[in-house]
């Protein structure tokens, strides 16, 4: 991902620009097109620039009663940065607009904020994990160590059986098996 290069602003001035002039020389169906043209010669002019942005919130003003009926004046803020890129802005914002920037500006530190959350919480597991992981090396030490030790009393138990001498096995002894008669009761 490209890095943000910042920009320095150079100038930064404020006007009330002038628009029922420009736009009563149009017809009726192309006054708040008209406008915004007037509005961008204006600002490229005083502001001697060529590359001039609008904000969404100018366009919104301008276009707030349609086509046929913009605003007279326009008051403005306009920035131009050092590579002579200019920014407009209306001077007032509007309560909806200041209201839309605060939710933006709480909805970005809530996502910063679920971020953290969400590394703080994959840290923690990768924590268990690692504890988990050392725990079976520990449990591998001591099975390995008793491991070690049954084939030890193997070994012994095995060497005890060589040096006894070895006894003869002793048959089981078989339960006698009754005869039983097919007339016989079976409790007998």
Not at 26 to 39: D, F, G, I, P, Q
Not at 108 to 125: H, L, M, N, P
């Amino acid at each position: 991902m490209a890095k943000k290069e910042e920009t320095k602003i150079v100038l930064e001035r404020e006007y009330n620009i002038p628009l029922r002039k420009e736009f009563r020389k149009v017809a009726n169906w192309r006054r708040t097109e008209k406008a915004v043209k007037a509005l961008r010669e204006f600002v490229a002019k005083h502001m001697k620039s060529d590359k001039v942005l609008l904000s969404k919130y100018v366009n919104k003003e301008l276009w707030k009663h349609g086509i046929k009926n913009p605003p007279h004046h326009v008051k403005i803020n306009a920035k131009k940065d050092d590579k002579g890129k200019v920014m407009v802005e209306l001077a007032e914002l509007p309560a909806n607009a200041k209201r839309e920037l605060e939710k933006q500006e709480k909805s970005k530190k809530d996502i910063t904020k679920k971020e953290e959350d969400k590394k703080a919480e994959e840290k923690k597991v990768e924590d268990a994990k690692k504890a988990e992981e050392a725990k079976k090396k520990e449990e591998k030490a001591t099975e390995t160590k008793e491991t070690q030790a049954k084939k030890a009393e193997k070994q012994e138990l095995k060497e005890i059986k060589k040096e006894l001498p070895k006894q003869a096995p002793q048959p089981l002894a078989t339960p006698k098996q009754v005869e039983q008669h097919p007339t016989a009761p079976k409790g007998q």
